[in-house]
């Protein structure tokens, strides 16, 4: 979450216009002069809804019309997959500090000490059962996307 009121004013703007309600998830590029460009819209929950991780309130917004537009909140911490974060540091060792800054300073999408099962079963049980099924059935992959808990295969979304 970037705080830039040109963003959110031009989200305002566009779903507006299109009378959306409900998620809306728009992906951002900011160019080199500052101006933020959108790149892509999700009309569902995506992994953004992360960022929500301290707002009890987020399952009314949900369930009852009329709920308040919802940001993160500034205390909360940015989220971060752990194991695609250990995935960039193995392959970019010279980019692990800063990842290494992003798990000390951020707050895991997954993991809860109250509910730590989530946490064992995607990187662990999930994301294996993927990769035996590939091996098995011979089908090719080009990477491992824990955050949305898939294997990206080539020509694949």
């Known amino acids: 979450m970037v705080d830039k009121p040109e963003i959110e004013k031009w989200v305002r703007r566009f779903v507006g216009a299109l009378c959306i309600t409900g998620q809306v998830s728009i992906d951002f590029i900011e160019a080199a002069d500052g101006t933020p460009y959108a790149i892509e819209c999700n009309p569902r929950a995506h992994s953004a809804i992360t ?3 301290d707002q009890p309130d987020l399952t009314v917004a949900y369930l009852e019309n ?8 500034a205390a909360s911490r940015p989220t971060y997959w752990l194991y695609h974060e250990l ?4 392959r970019h060792p010279t980019i692990a500090p800063g990842r290494l800054r992003v798990v000390l300073r951020g ?3 997954i993991f809860d000490w109250d509910d730590p099962l989530p946490q ?4 662990h049980l999930q994301m294996t059962s993927l990769l035996l099924h590939n091996l098995r059935h011979g089908t090719r992959w080009i990477s491992l996307d824990f955050n949305i808990g898939k ?5 694949g979304d």
């Open 66 to 73: 009329g709920s308040a537009t919802m940001i993160p909140t």
């Open 107 to 109: 707050k895991d999408a």
């Open 120 to 123: 064992l079963l995607v990187p």
């Open 151 to 155: 294997l990206i295969e080539p020509a």
């Open 87 to 90: 995935w960039r540091m193995l």
């Open 51 to 53: 960022m929500f991780y």
